[in-house]
C-alpha cells in the first residue's frame, strides 16, 4: 500500500509539474498573439527580457503622483496674478532629495576639465558658475565671491549663480556617469578613469552604437545570426535622463500633500507652505519656535539676533536644514529658489492641459546624414563670439563715444563646425548625437499629417503665437517667421520672451510670501542669481507606484 501510495504521489507531482511549466510557457515565454516562442533562436530570436523595476537613481526620492490644486494658495499682494488655482494631474516622477550642492557641482567641473579641458576648454568654462553674482554696489559680499564656492565649509552648501543653461547640461552630465557606472556595475563596461574627449561615455551615443569606448561584455541574444548585442533601453537596466523638474512637478513634491491624505481620496485640508499651518516656526514637537526654512525674517533681519539665531544662516544653509517635508524633501522652501523647466507665461495656468501641464516644448529630432541616414555625431565644435556697443563712461558722465566689447563667454552660443546652432541655443559637447527642431520643409517629419502638432515650437501656443497676438493681420508678412512674433515685444512692453524661465520657492533673500511652492517668478535662462539654485528630476516609467528600491 505504501508505494502504491507513493506511485501515486510522484505521478501527481510529475502532471503537477507538466501543468506548471505549460502554464508558465504559455504566459510568459509564448507570445499571445501569434503563438510563437519569446527567445527561442528556432524562431528568430525575438527576445522578452525579464521585466525590471525602474531603479531609482542616485539622490532621487520616488514622488507618486495624482490630482491636486495647482497654483496660489494666499493673497497675492503684487497683483501680478500668474498663478491662478487649477486643478491637474501629475504623473509619478523622481526628484533630488536635496538641491545640488556645491560638491556635487565640483565633482562636474572636475570631469568637464578632465575631459575637455585641453582640447575644448571653453566647453569647462561656460560650465563655471558666476561667481559673480554675489556683488552688490553697497554691500561686502568678496567673501563668498573668492570662497562660496571652492572652499570645504561651503561643500554642502546650495550650487548658486548657475544659469537655466547651465543647470540642463549638469543635468546631462549626470545621466551619462550614473548609466555608464550602472553599466560597469553590472559587468558591460570597463571602468575608465582617464576619459578624453575621444572615449568618454554617452548614453545618446552608446544606445545609437555610436560610442567606442572599452566593452568589457555584452548581452547575450537568441538570434543565431547576432549571438551578442550593447545594452538597450528594451533591457530596462539604463536609466531614464535626468532632467530639471516641471513648474507642476516641482510644485507637487514641494506641498508634499501625501500627508494631508484620509482614507477616499480626500486631501483633508490644503497647505500654504510644505507644512501645515499658516505660521513659519515649528508648533508641534520639542523645537517648539524654530523656523521651518531660511529666509528673511523682516526688514534687514536674516539671521536673528547674537545668541539666538533663530534659522541658523546668514546667506545659504547646507542642503539638509530644517525640516523635510511629508516626501523626505529638504529646502523646498527657503534656502535658494529653483529653476524648473517651463517657459514663463503669465496665463499659463489657464492656457496649458490638465494632464502634466507643462509650457516650452520644442520638438526635436535625430539629425541624420544626407548620403546614408546615419544617425550624426556633434564633431569639433567652434565658439562664435558676438559683440555689441557700450557706452563708455568718463569722468563727466557717459560719452558719446561708442566701443564694441565682446561679451563674456558665459554668453556664447557653441555651434558646430558647419555652423549649426542647437534647439536650445545651448552648448554642443562633442561625441553627443545631434539634434534639429523639426520642420515642415522636411517630408520626412510628416507634419502636414499630424494632428496633434503642426510646429517644432510651441512655447508660444496660445499666449504670444499668430492667433492669440493682439497684433494679428497687422503688417504683411509679419508673421512670416518668430522674428514676426509681437505679443511679446522684448525690451520695450516687456520682459517675457520664450527665454524667460520659470523659477520657484523662496530664498535666503526673501520674505515669506515666496515660501509658497504656488508663487512664480521668472529670469532670462542665460542670467543667474545668488539665491537660484536647483535640482534634477527623473520621468518615473511604467507603473506609476514605485516599490522604492
Request: proline share 4%.
Given at each position: 500500500?505504501?508505494?502504491?501510495?507513493?506511485?501515486?504521489?510522484?505521478?501527481?507531482?510529475?502532471?503537477?509539474?507538466?501543468?506548471?511549466?505549460?502554464?508558465?510557457?504559455?504566459?510568459?515565454?509564448?507570445?499571445?498573439?501569434?503563438?510563437?516562442?519569446?527567445?527561442?533562436?528556432?524562431?528568430?530570436?525575438?527576445?522578452?527580457?525579464?521585466?525590471?523595476?525602474?531603479?531609482?537613481?542616485?539622490?532621487?526620492?520616488?514622488?507618486?503622483?495624482?490630482?491636486?490644486?495647482?497654483?496660489?494658495?494666499?493673497?497675492?499682494?503684487?497683483?501680478?496674478?500668474?498663478?491662478?488655482?487649477?486643478?491637474?494631474?501629475?504623473?509619478?516622477?523622481?526628484?533630488?532629495?536635496?538641491?545640488?550642492?556645491?560638491?556635487?557641482?565640483?565633482?562636474?567641473?572636475?570631469?568637464?576639465?578632465?575631459?575637455?579641458?585641453?582640447?575644448?576648454?571653453?566647453?569647462?568654462?561656460?560650465?563655471?558658475?558666476?561667481?559673480?553674482?554675489?556683488?552688490?554696489?553697497?554691500?561686502?559680499?568678496?567673501?563668498?565671491?573668492?570662497?562660496?564656492?571652492?572652499?570645504?565649509?561651503?561643500?554642502?552648501?546650495?550650487?548658486?549663480?548657475?544659469?537655466?543653461?547651465?543647470?540642463?547640461?549638469?543635468?546631462?552630465?549626470?545621466?551619462?556617469?550614473?548609466?555608464?557606472?550602472?553599466?560597469?556595475?553590472?559587468?558591460?563596461?570597463?571602468?575608465?578613469?582617464?576619459?578624453?574627449?575621444?572615449?568618454?561615455?554617452?548614453?545618446?551615443?552608446?544606445?545609437?552604437?555610436?560610442?567606442?569606448?572599452?566593452?568589457?561584455?555584452?548581452?547575450?541574444?537568441?538570434?543565431?545570426?547576432?549571438?551578442?548585442?550593447?545594452?538597450?533601453?528594451?533591457?530596462?537596466?539604463?536609466?531614464?535622463?535626468?532632467?530639471?523638474?516641471?513648474?507642476?512637478?516641482?510644485?507637487?513634491?514641494?506641498?508634499?500633500?501625501?500627508?494631508?491624505?484620509?482614507?477616499?481620496?480626500?486631501?483633508?485640508?490644503?497647505?500654504?507652505?510644505?507644512?501645515?499651518?499658516?505660521?513659519?516656526?515649528?508648533?508641534?514637537?520639542?523645537?517648539?519656535?524654530?523656523?521651518?526654512?531660511?529666509?528673511?525674517?523682516?526688514?534687514?533681519?536674516?539671521?536673528?539676533?547674537?545668541?539666538?539665531?533663530?534659522?541658523?544662516?546668514?546667506?545659504?544653509?547646507?542642503?539638509?536644514?530644517?525640516?523635510?517635508?511629508?516626501?523626505?524633501?529638504?529646502?523646498?522652501?527657503?534656502?535658494?529658489?529653483?529653476w524648473v523647466m517651463d517657459v514663463y507665461r503669465a496665463t499659463s495656468s489657464s492656457d496649458v492641459d490638465e494632464f502634466r501641464p507643462f509650457r516650452g516644448n520644442v520638438y526635436v529630432t535625430q539629425s541624420r546624414d544626407s548620403t546614408d541616414g546615419s544617425i550624426e555625431i556633434i564633431g569639433e565644435p567652434t565658439f562664435q563670439k558676438f559683440t555689441h556697443k557700450v557706452n563708455i563712461p568718463t569722468a563727466h558722465?557717459?560719452?558719446?563715444?561708442?566701443?564694441?566689447?565682446?561679451?563674456?563667454?558665459?554668453?556664447?552660443?557653441?555651434?558646430?563646425?558647419?555652423?549649426?546652432?542647437?534647439?536650445?541655443?545651448?552648448?554642443?559637447?562633442?561625441?553627443?548625437?545631434?539634434?534639429?527642431?523639426?520642420?515642415?520643409?522636411?517630408?520626412?517629419?510628416?507634419?502636414?499629417?499630424?494632428?496633434?502638432?503642426?510646429?517644432?515650437?510651441?512655447?508660444?501656443?496660445?499666449?504670444?503665437?499668430?492667433?492669440?497676438?493682439?497684433?494679428?493681420?497687422?503688417?504683411?508678412?509679419?508673421?512670416?517667421?518668430?522674428?514676426?512674433?509681437?505679443?511679446?515685444?522684448?525690451?520695450?512692453?516687456?520682459?517675457?520672451?520664450?527665454?524667460?524661465?520659470?523659477?520657484?520657492?523662496?530664498?535666503?533673500?526673501?520674505?515669506?510670501?515666496?515660501?509658497?511652492?504656488?508663487?512664480?517668478?521668472?529670469?532670462?535662462?542665460?542670467?543667474?542669481?545668488?539665491?537660484?539654485?536647483?535640482?534634477?528630476?527623473?520621468?518615473?516609467?511604467?507603473?506609476?507606484?514605485?516599490?522604492?528600491?
Amino acid at each position: 500500500m505504501n508505494s502504491t501510495f507513493f506511485l501515486r504521489v510522484k505521478l501527481l507531482s510529475i502532471v503537477l509539474l507538466f501543468v506548471s511549466i505549460t502554464a508558465c510557457k504559455n504566459t510568459s515565454s509564448e507570445s499571445s498573439v501569434t503563438g510563437w516562442a519569446y527567445n527561442d533562436p528556432k524562431n528568430g530570436g525575438f527576445e522578452k527580457v525579464d521585466f525590471r523595476e525602474q531603479e531609482t537613481g542616485p539622490g532621487l526620492v520616488f514622488i507618486e503622483g495624482g490630482a491636486f490644486t495647482m497654483g496660489r494658495a494666499q493673497d497675492d499682494p503684487t497683483f501680478e496674478w500668474n498663478n491662478k488655482s487649477k486643478r491637474v494631474t501629475v504623473s509619478s516622477f523622481y526628484i533630488d532629495k536635496t538641491e545640488v550642492s556645491n560638491l556635487h557641482y565640483l565633482e562636474y567641473l572636475y570631469w568637464t576639465k578632465k575631459v575637455f579641458g585641453t582640447t575644448f576648454p571653453d566647453i569647462y568654462v561656460k560650465a563655471l558658475p558666476d561667481t559673480l553674482v554675489w556683488r552688490e554696489k553697497t554691500s561686502y559680499n568678496e567673501p563668498y565671491v573668492d570662497y562660496y564656492l571652492r572652499h570645504s565649509s561651503y561643500r554642502d552648501y546650495p550650487v548658486v549663480g548657475v544659469s537655466w543653461l547651465q543647470a540642463n547640461e549638469f543635468c546631462a552630465w549626470r545621466t551619462d556617469r550614473v548609466n555608464e557606472y550602472i553599466l560597469i556595475r553590472d559587468g558591460f563596461l570597463e571602468p575608465n578613469p582617464s576619459p578624453t574627449d575621444q572615449n568618454y561615455f554617452s548614453t545618446e551615443a552608446y544606445t545609437v552604437r555610436k560610442w567606442q569606448g572599452q566593452l568589457k561584455t555584452k548581452v547575450k541574444t537568441f538570434d543565431p545570426q547576432n549571438p551578442e548585442r550593447d545594452v538597450i533601453m528594451q533591457d530596462g537596466i539604463l536609466l531614464p535622463k535626468y532632467r530639471l523638474p516641471s513648474e507642476v512637478e516641482w510644485e507637487f513634491a514641494a506641498y508634499g500633500l501625501i500627508g494631508n491624505m484620509t482614507d477616499g481620496e480626500i486631501i483633508k485640508s490644503k497647505r500654504i507652505y510644505p507644512w501645515n499651518g499658516n505660521g513659519v516656526r515649528n508648533g508641534t514637537d520639542a523645537e517648539l519656535g524654530k523656523m521651518m526654512a531660511n529666509f528673511v525674517k523682516g526688514k534687514g533681519d536674516y539671521m536673528g539676533v547674537a545668541g539666538y539665531l533663530n534659522d541658523g544662516a546668514d546667506a545659504t544653509n547646507k542642503v539638509e536644514s530644517y525640516y523635510p517635508n511629508d516626501y523626505g524633501l529638504y529646502n523646498m522652501a527657503g534656502n535658494v529658489s529653483e529653476w524648473v523647466m517651463d517657459v514663463y507665461r503669465a496665463t499659463s495656468s489657464s492656457d496649458v492641459d490638465e494632464f502634466r501641464p507643462f509650457r516650452g516644448n520644442v520638438y526635436v529630432t535625430q539629425s541624420r546624414d544626407s548620403t546614408d541616414g546615419s544617425i550624426e555625431i556633434i564633431g569639433e565644435p567652434t565658439f562664435q563670439k558676438f559683440t555689441h556697443k557700450v557706452n563708455i563712461p568718463t569722468a563727466h558722465g557717459v560719452s558719446q563715444d561708442a566701443a564694441e566689447v565682446t561679451d563674456s563667454i558665459l554668453t556664447l552660443i557653441t555651434r558646430d563646425k558647419n555652423g549649426t546652432t542647437p534647439p536650445d541655443g545651448n552648448v554642443m559637447i562633442p561625441g553627443r548625437i545631434k539634434w534639429r527642431e523639426v520642420s515642415n520643409a522636411i517630408a520626412s517629419d510628416n507634419l502636414e499629417e499630424r494632428i496633434n502638432y503642426k510646429t517644432s515650437d510651441n512655447i508660444s501656443n496660445l499666449d504670444g503665437d499668430v492667433l492669440s497676438s493682439i497684433y494679428f493681420g497687422e503688417g504683411e508678412n509679419a508673421y512670416a517667421d518668430r522674428s514676426g512674433k509681437l505679443m511679446y515685444e522684448y525690451g520695450k512692453t516687456t520682459l517675457v520672451n520664450d527665454q524667460s524661465r520659470v523659477y520657484k520657492g523662496g530664498s535666503w533673500r526673501d520674505r515669506a510670501f515666496w515660501l509658497s511652492p504656488g508663487s512664480r517668478r521668472f529670469l532670462n535662462q542665460r542670467q543667474s542669481t545668488s539665491n537660484i539654485g536647483f535640482r534634477c528630476a527623473m520621468t518615473r516609467v511604467g507603473t506609476i507606484s514605485g516599490n522604492g528600491k
